[in-house]
Nanobody, 114 residues
Framework: VQLVESGGGLVQPGGSLRLSCAAS????????MAWYRQAPGKQRELVAT???????YYTTSVKGRFTISRDNAKNTVHLQMNSLEPEDTAVYYC?????????WGQGTQVTVSS
């Protein structure tokens, strides 16, 4: 199973991006889909999660600005990012947890700069 992220890029402060993550094959029994990010010189951090019932979690710094969503039929997860700040600059990774299996994408770069 491969997870492929897309949608990253360069955006000015205050702008928006929509990240998407798609699985190469159908993944059964998905429990949680999530987005993480890793900024240069920092540890990877959890940004947002969405469970099989649609329940969501957001780290404090992105609450009210980011929205995570999923399409169960297509095994995809999205991250809508609004009001982007320079501090959001990082490589963003998607993760899928299915039973005891953890799958990671390769990452997509998001750069917020004027």
């Amino acid at each position: 199973v491969q997870l492929v992220e897309s949608g990253g890029g360069l955006v000015q402060p205050g702008g928006s991006l929509r990240l998407s993550c798609a699985a190469s094959t159908t993944i059964g029994d998905i429990n949680v889909m999530a987005w993480y990010r890793q900024a240069p010189g920092k540890q990877r951090e959890l940004v947002a999660t969405i469970n099989s019932s649609g329940g969501t979690y957001y780290t404090t710094s992105v609450k009210g600005r980011f929205t995570i969503s999923r399409d169960n039929a297509k095994n995809t997860v999205h991250l809508q990012m609004n009001s982007l700040e320079p501090e959001d600059t990082a490589v963003y990774y998607c993760k899928v947890v299915a039973r005891t299996m953890h799958y990671w994408g390769q990452g997509t770069q998001v750069t917020v700069s004027s």
